[in-house]
Antibody, heavy 116, light 107 residues
């Protein structure tokens, strides 16, 4: 069965960067995108970007252009999210999820807290 | 960017009743690429419906989706206790955007 498992919670200071990982199993990693979606407390989910598990093509929301990088290790079925120049507004649960068009299987989420 | 507006913000119903949730898009959703998710506190969203009306794997048939263009509906035919949650619509026809959610609460 498809499984998506994310790295643990992070606490960062303003101005720092965070790197999150997303390990998948149970399907052909190279055939699907991995999306990153974040959700601030009490807010709707917000799509950040995706990477294709085979080609490595990426697409990002304009809201994060220049601050976000998504990479992958196809041999290990892992995707990574790097987010730079963190502010308190980046405090949220970050989800990775599998998707072709629609997004189907989601990880458990990683809480990132940005505080001085 | 396509803006999705959900209504009502909160829906108070009793188990066994029928729930109707609405999602309106600011412009036509390409290919009716509209999905519905259920989210419970502390959990990730769970895919219910994709392509406006197709049920995801393992989703009970009391959940159904309909609509096209700019107006979409999620219907839960007979509410069960585990259905009380927040529901989001999402479009994936032009980038990805989510509605603000409808909270379905027990009356």
């Amino acid at each position: 069965q498809v499984q998506v498992v994310q790295s643990g919670a992070e606490v960062k200071k303003p101005g720092a960067s965070v790197n999150l990982s997303c390990r998948t199993s149970g399907y052909n990693f190279a055939l699907y995108n991995i999306h990153w979606v974040r959700q601030a407390p009490g807010q709707r989910p917000e799509w950040m970007g995706w990477i294709h598990g085979g080609s490595g093509d990426t697409k990002f929301s304009q809201n994060f252009q220049g601050r976000v990088t998504i990479t992958k290790d196809t041999s290990a079925n892992i995707a990574y999210l790097d987010l730079t120049s963190l502010t308190s507004e980046d405090t949220a649960v970050y989800y990775c999820a599998r998707g072709g068009g629609f997004i189907d299987y989601w990880g458990q989420g990683t809480l990132v807290t940005v505080a001085s | 960017e396509i803006v999705l507006t959900q209504s009502p913000g909160t829906l108070s119903l009793s188990p066994g009743e029928r729930a109707t949730l609405s999602c309106r898009a600011s412009q036509s959703v390409s290919n009716n690429y509209l999905a519905w998710y259920q989210q419970k506190p502390g959990q990730a969203p769970r895919l219910l419906i994709y392509a406006a009306s197709s049920r995801a794997t393992g989703i009970p048939d009391r959940f159904s989706g309909s609509g096209s263009g700019t107006d979409f509906t999620l219907t839960i035919s007979r509410l069960e206790s585990e259905d009380f949650a927040v529901y989001y619509c999402q479009q994936y026809g032009s980038s990805y955007t989510f509605g603000q959610g409808t909270k379905l609460e027990i009356k």
